[in-house]
């Protein structure tokens, strides 16, 4: 197992910097009020093909040989990864195939297409999905570009919060979501070795609380199949993730599917941006610790904003 | 009829910097490709009260003498004007009434008490509201300030498109919504002085195209009570905004309802922003009016972000 260190962090943003926005820092006078707290918003929502997985999916693109480039790249994910790995393949010009359940919702298969990459439908189950995504890389010679569990990636995703501290001095925390842990794993790789003062917090609803109770158990639990609103936030932890999670995070906070669905359109109402559920757990665990961050300065991390237009979680309640 | 100078705008920058946000500019490749132009979109969505209008109220507020800010400001809007009085009001520590029809949402007149503002209703008819309102003068010694027919709200209106090319050089034209004229009045007031090369382009619904059948007229015509959904943009030019149009807009552009829905759902599906119905009007008489801008570089005004999140436009299509 390969840990990802901070000079590559620090190659990653020079490579990545042209595919990449600097998103923007928001703030709200409105929720830091009702929080109590000073709350620095980086939006990734508003980063290329809408998500920080652009990030670490650049990253991963651009750090190949062009030998192993025209391969292409590949990878199982039904969420922004898969997204974003097909916009860093369009931007290098190279395939990019990705594996997804044929029930997977058509705006993500539309989504990977529209930046040139390939679906292939498998069956709704793992063994379908290891069995077909196998096809694929033997076909291909495709390299494997794992969603979170990959240095690449993680180094990517670090980037992040080298920005935001960059943008916002004097943060005493930064909190971000939980799933696969891949972003919580690049900040904590940024934030130990240039912020070290920083507090970490990771942000999980409880009805997928599998980091949290890994974290208080002191190794991996997965569930098998978590149901949140927070449909980004379902995937367990895997070992490179849980080294850094285990290492550097200062704590797991978790908060209901009704404070999701408000913190969001919280978020939607006063800052105006388009963010999906995933994104506003931070800010619905922070309502749920304000003694936690009480006069604190917070950069909070919004991961994306790929969400269903026609189906918002409030107008279903 | 006092006409805001060059020099008025200029002060009023100064004078209202501390209390709004200098907003930033987004863009989108893919709208870009779509369009066949490059779009910079100026995002007042993002402005303090959610509106480009936070900055012609505070630039009348703080422009009052202390003798004349005792006595409060007073306006009648039922939109964004009397929110951002409200708050601009509400940062100088004075009085604020908004004169509001019985009839209007329940979260705008939420809105105005927000920041401290009150709300007085009247019936919704003009007779009703120029009673009411008078009797609030009277009563109070408010300052009127008008929502758009104003020297000092032209002049705080005029500091966006300041702003918006000092963060994009080079721009051929800028677009942005017009009803009353305000935001058009003070793009035409900075641009005419600081950039004149600059292409001056307003839009506006079919269905309340009474600016641009003026415009062709060569007089104010005013209709009665138009409908649309762009709900900022039913109101009629006035003498002072119309000086301004009829002597420096380029053109005025119209669009169907269905498209301005659709422009709005591109830009929130798209670039993961907020904003109102008037707001997607220039895109999408942008999108209608390709040749125009082919090749350019336009700069659109995004004028703000209070939109009734339980009832999308295209939720009820």
Redesign the interface.
Known sequence: MYIPTFADMLVAHERIKPHIHRT?V?TSSYINELVGAELFFKCE??QKA?AFKARGASNAVFGLSDEEAAKGVATHSSGNHGTCLSYAAGRRGIPCTVVMPRTAPQAKKDAVRGYGGRVVECEPSTSSREAVFAEVVAETGAEFVHPYNDARVIAGQGTCSKELIEQVPGLDAVTAPIGGGGMVSGTCLTLSNLAPGIKIYAAEPDQADDAARSFRAGHIIADDAPETVADGLKVPLKDLTWHFVSNHVTDILTCSEQEIVDAM?LI??R?????EPSSAVPLATILRNKETFAGKRVGVIITG?NVD??K?P??SN
Chains 1, 2 share one sequence.
């Open positions: 923007p928001l929502n508003l809408g359109k939607w109402k800052m105006k941006i388009v963010m904003g237009l026609d918002l409030w107008q």
